[in-house]
């Protein structure tokens, strides 16, 4: 890919640290290449309007959970031209398959649990120290099933689904675990559409014993869930499709997002019998009427 064609990354938090540790002038420059994450996310969290945006900047540098992540995510990404090349991979075939844009990209250090901000549809903003590895120790409060993947490999799945779900939010019609299936599992297909190198076990955060489990009892998971599909209840939901340690409704061995693999599948079912991609079923917001239509989940 050439030189010209890479989308921008901006690594505003290198800025931010550079100006924390003495050189005030990189806060300036953070505040000409990231405006929209300044404006967006700074600006309110720093809420004395007596200081200029530089000194809200130096301020929020200044923040211990700011500062703590400094040196470790400088070291872990100090060479972000993979990522660079992954992510321009992944927005040509965005384009290509989904229609759809790939924004620049500003990564910053986050104070908080959400690691990826749409702070317009020509930027994101990706919160690096959420992917510092799974053995980094400052995560060992974070319940396996999350902390195993906040890893880098992770990320460029996490910004590209970010991204299409921005595109293709989901509008309810019947709002039932059906329906929800189908839309998660779309999501799903389009992610394995434009991921060079797609893994399905950083996907959907499953370990090979938990996707072994799946390839071995996804009739009787289907089966448990097959009386759910009409359900509005939100537990229940969150249950099937969340991000959560497993599924109640099928069983303590089960993963977390089962409901999301067996919708990718349905739907990738869905696509080859009707001879439709997964552009067209996003558009037409065909996961409304799944349970009518096509309810053999």
């Known amino acids: 890919t050439s030189e010209a ?55 929020f540098a200044d923040l211990k959970n700011i500062k703590f992540f400094y040196d470790d995510v400088s070291e872990k990404f100090a060479d972000i031209s993979d990522l660079r090349l992954k992510m321009t991979v992944i927005s040509d075939k965005m384009e290509a398959t989904l229609k759809i844009p790939m924004p620049d990209i500003i990564t910053f250090i986050t104070p908080y649990n959400q690691s990826i901000i749409l702070l317009d549809n020509t930027t994101i903003a990706v919160g690096l120290n959420h992917y510092l590895g799974a053995d980094y120790p400052p995560y060992n409060y974070y319940p396996s099933y999350i902390k195993n993947f906040k890893t880098p490999e992770k990320l460029p799945y996490n910004i590209a689904e970010a991204v299409i779900r921005s595109f293709f939010p989901y509008y309810e019609k019947e709002g039932n675990l059906g329906e929800h299936m189908a839309y998660e599992g779309a999501i ?73 693999w067996l919708g990718h599948k349905a739907v990738e079912t869905y696509l080859k019998r009707n001879g439709i991609d997964i552009y067209t079923f996003l558009t037409n917001k065909f996961y409304q009427q799944w349970l009518q239509k096509y309810s053999d989940l």
Not at 231 to 244: E, Y
């Open 188 to 260: 799903a297909v389009a992610l394995k559409a434009i991921m060079p190198d797609y893994d399905a076990l950083t996907a959907y955060n499953f370990s090979n014993d938990q996707m072994n489990w799946l390839l071995a009892h996804e009739r009787d998971a289907q089966s448990k869930l097959h009386p759910l599909l009409r359900s509005n209840d939100p537990a229940t939901i969150r249950d099937v499709t969340g991000i959560v340690p497993f599924c109640n409704a099928v069983g303590p061995q089960s993963p977390g997002g089962i409901g999301k």
């Open 5 to 59: 064609k890479q989308i921008r990354i901006y690594r505003f938090d290198l800025d931010i640290a550079a100006g924390a540790k003495g050189d005030t002038a990189r806060f300036s420059r953070a505040l000409n290449n990231a405006p929209s994450l300044y404006y967006t996310f700074i600006d309110p969290l720093i809420s004395d309007d007596s200081l200029s945006p530089c000194d809200k900047l130096a301020t």
